[in-house]
Nanobody
Framework: QVQLVESGGGLVQPGGSLRLSCAASGFTFSSSAMSWARQAPGKGLEWVSGIYSDGRVYYADSVKGRFTISRDNAKNTVYLQMNALKPEDTAVYYC?????WGQGTQVTVSS
């Protein structure tokens, strides 16, 4: 079955960086579009970024220029490099492929 396992979250100061990883299994990763979404405390789910199998990438306006999504098909892994982090980036970050979601990884941006 489809499994998505996120890692790389943590506590970081404003302006800092983190790289999230999502290890995928149970499907043909190289031909799948992947995306990241997040849920901040008390708020709804927000789509953050997506990457197609052909490498095309998309970003929410709120993270454009600060976040970079990438994929390594040899490792069945999708990444989210997050730079210039802000307190409002604090959320649980989820990896998604179609209707499947990972368990999430917490990102907290605070001084």
């Amino acid at each position: 079955q489809v499994q998505l396992v996120e890692s790389g979250g943590g506590l970081v100061q404003p302006g800092g960086s983190l790289r999230l990883s999502c290890a995928a299994s149970g499907f043909t990763f190289s031909s799948s579009a992947m995306s990241w979404a997040r849920q901040a405390p008390g708020k709804g789910l927000e789509w953050v970024s997506g990457i197609y199998s052909d490498g095309r990438v998309y970003y929410a306006d709120s993270v454009k220029g600060r976040f970079t999504i990438s994929r390594d098909n040899a490792k069945n892994t999708v990444y989210l490099q997050m730079n210039a982090l802000k307190p409002e980036d604090t959320a649980v970050y989820y990896c998604r492929r179609l209707g499947s979601w990972g368990q999430g990884t917490q990102v907290t941006v605070s001084s």
